[in-house]
């Protein structure tokens, strides 16, 4: 098991920004794939972001390129996501999720561990 719990969410202006973290326990979190992904009401789960086990290669979503930044520190077992330029279609709850293989997949399906969820709202 991974737990995964997030934090950072919240309301904020659009043009604003947050930064979303995901703490991870368990076994060794410098091992998997780490993902966020986002969720706005009556729509699917969609990929945001992925970040590989050393960090050294990233994956975006092309709605937030260039806005949204994913980031990881192995040493305190979290995933971070700085995101900048905040519109009111970003709003969502954003989840985060472990990948136990290698490989950035935007496939929700292909990710094993998932956190509860933290929810950002954009106002116009």
């Known amino acids: 098991q991974v737990p995964l719990v997030e934090s950072g969410g919240g309301l904020v202006q659009a043009g604003g920004s947050l930064r979303l973290s995901c703490a991870a326990s368990?076994?060794?979190?410098?091992?998997?794939?780490m993902g966020w992904f986002r969720q706005a009401p009556g729509k699917e789960r969609d990929f945001v972001s992925a970040?590989?086990?050393?960090?050294?290669?990233?994956y975006y979503d092309d709605s937030v390129k260039g806005r949204f930044t994913i980031s990881r520190d192995n040493a305190k077992n979290t995933v971070y996501l700085q995101m900048n330029s905040l519109k009111p279609e970003d709003t969502a709850v954003y989840y985060c999720?472990?990948?136990?293989?290698?490989?950035?997949?935007?496939?929700?399906?292909?990710?094993?561990?998932w956190g509860q969820g933290t929810q950002v709202t954009v106002s116009s």
């Open positions: 970040i590989s086990w050393s960090g050294a290669s990233t």
């Open positions: 999720a472990a990948r136990t293989r290698y490989g950035l997949e935007k496939n929700p399906r292909l990710y094993n561990y």
């Open positions: 368990g076994r060794t979190f410098s091992s998997v794939v």
